[in-house]
């Protein structure tokens, strides 16, 4: 990834000016991970902060028993990662898809955030929001059921557009709703037969978002 490229990426995550981007670039490395590469591994040192430019990463922790747990998934303009202080890596991160990232050390960005207003108001906003969807995801999993997660998770993956391309896999959408990949299978094909969604090998899309929220239960 070119410089021009960075600075515009930095702009658009943290809404700032071209000075405070290009201030923030130099403590900026770019990272591209491809398709299924592990990023992190649980119990690891996490020293470092990790803004998604484009594609995909997911958060999933091992359990005692060895069974796999989805907790998050990021995408462009969200950040993971340590932040203010070095940590340890609580869950495995995992790209997704070909995934560009720009890394940052996570003393030197927090000292950053500290030094100039715009990037420490853009870290406040960027960590409000993504603790408001891990909000979202604690009530999906208390107060939904197993279809109901898996209908919140498509909503959510399609957006404000109504559409998912290239369409999910269905066992990644069942660990994002914590539910069993038979459980996700009968659950979108439900919405297919009832006409609520249509699926092609390119896109899933959501023909009618109303009575999809009407299922998230």
């Not at 000075?19 to 900026?28: E, G, N, S, V």
């Not at 495995?92 to 990232?101: D, K, S, V």
Request: charged share 20%; hydrophobic share 45%; proline share 4%.
């Amino acid at each position: 990834m070119e410089v021009d490229e960075r600075i515009v990426a930095v702009q658009a995550i943290l809404r700032c000016d071209e000075p405070t981007a290009r201030r923030l670039d130099a403590a900026l490395t770019y990272q591209h991970v491809p398709a299924k590469q592990v990023i992190a591994a649980q119990g690891d040192r996490s020293a470092h902060c990790w803004f998604v430019v484009d594609g995909a990463v997911r958060v999933h922790s091992f359990g005692i028993d060895g069974q796999r747990q989805q907790l998050a998934q990021h995408g462009p303009g969200e950040l993971f990662g340590a932040y203010p202080e070095p940590t340890i890596h609580r869950a495995e991160i995992l790209a997704l898809a070909a995934t560009h990232l720009l890394r940052a050390e996570a003393r030197t960005l927090a000292a950053l955030a500290a030094e100039h207003a715009q990037i420490g108001s853009a870290m406040a906003i960027l960590l409000a929001r993504q603790l408001d969807m891990a909000l979202d995801r604690m009530v999906a999993r208390t107060t939904y059921s197993a279809a109901g997660r898996v209908y919140a998770q498509l909503a959510q993956l399609a957006g404000d557009a109504n559409r998912i391309a290239p369409p999910p896999i269905v066992t990644t959408l069942a660990l994002s709703a914590n539910t069993t990949r038979e459980t996700a299978s009968r659950a979108l094909a439900a919405l297919i037969r009832r006409g609520i969604v249509r699926r092609t090998d390119e896109e899933l899309t959501i023909l009618a978002p109303r009575m999809l929220q009407e299922l998230i239960y």
